[in-house]
């Protein structure tokens, strides 16, 4: 069973406007962590968050968690053509650390 | 720094073959999973090795999957026989240490079972 759930599961827009996509989750996590992948590739890590902070950031990412609401965001500022690809969450909890990915967002950003 | 090496890239067979993947870590790593990964879904937890010990592998057939990690460095994971659900991407990661830590992905070897 998956853990975390991206939302929305495609995301289209234009160059140079932001991207935002959510995680929610069902269980207390120790980390969440944000992934990329292009088309017939092996992910890409983006950014880890621990339980116990609340945003961080990357270059153009910034990725917030909520663990009140169970949720994370990633946003992309000034998107690139790029930047088109799947996005991933992947949440761990308890003693084994494993990360469980989400089913994704498919991310097309038009040049 | 060399990336986490996996061969072969494609695979095509028949069902009821076998066919096994190898996977090389990023020196030094030593917590190794395979994951697959089904058209249109994320990837999905086969085995965690951790060195050359098993860590966690309630997620895989055992009655066809088989995984090695021979002398904790690369692993070999087979398939015998395969199915047309097998279809898919199997996804090698390695990690420092044993988790709590980003995870380094190779390329994936896509397999086709027709």
């Known amino acids: 069973s998956q853990q975390g759930e991206e939302d929305p599961q495609a995301l289209s827009i234009q160059e140079g406007e932001n991207a935002t996509m959510n995680c929610s989750y069902k269980?207390?996590?120790?980390?969440l962590q944000w992934y990329r992948q292009n088309s017939g590739r092996g992910l890409v890590h983006l950014i880890l968050?621990?339980?116990?902070?609340r945003e961080k950031h990357s270059g153009r990412l910034r990725v917030t968690l909520d663990t009140s609401k169970k949720s994370s965001s990633l946003l992309i500022t000034a998107s690139r053509a790029a930047d088109t690809a799947s996005y991933f969450c992947a949440t761990d909890t308890g003693g084994s650390y494993i990360p469980t990915f989400g089913r994704g967002t498919s991310l097309i950003v038009h040049p | 720094e060399a990336g986490v090496a996996q061969s072969p890239r494609y695979k095509i067979i028949e069902k009821r073959q076998s066919v096994a993947f190898w996977c090389n870590p990023i020196?030094?790593?030593?917590?190794l999973y395979w994951y697959q990964q089904i058209l249109g879904q994320g990837p999905k937890l086969l085995i965690q090795?951790?060195?050359?010990?098993?860590?966690?592998d309630s997620q895989l057939p055992k009655d066809r999957f088989s995984a090695e990690r021979l002398k904790g460095v690369d692993s070999t994971l087979k398939i015998q026989p395969a199915k047309l659900e097998d279809s898919a991407v199997y996804l090698c990661a390695s990690t420092l240490g044993f988790g709590n830590e980003k995870l380094f992905f190779g390329s994936g070897t896509q397999l086709s079972v027709l």
């Open positions: 269980t207390s996590i120790n980390n």
């Open positions: 968050i621990r339980s116990n902070e």
């Open positions: 020196s030094g790593h030593a917590t």
């Open positions: 090795f951790q060195n050359n010990g098993v860590v966690d």
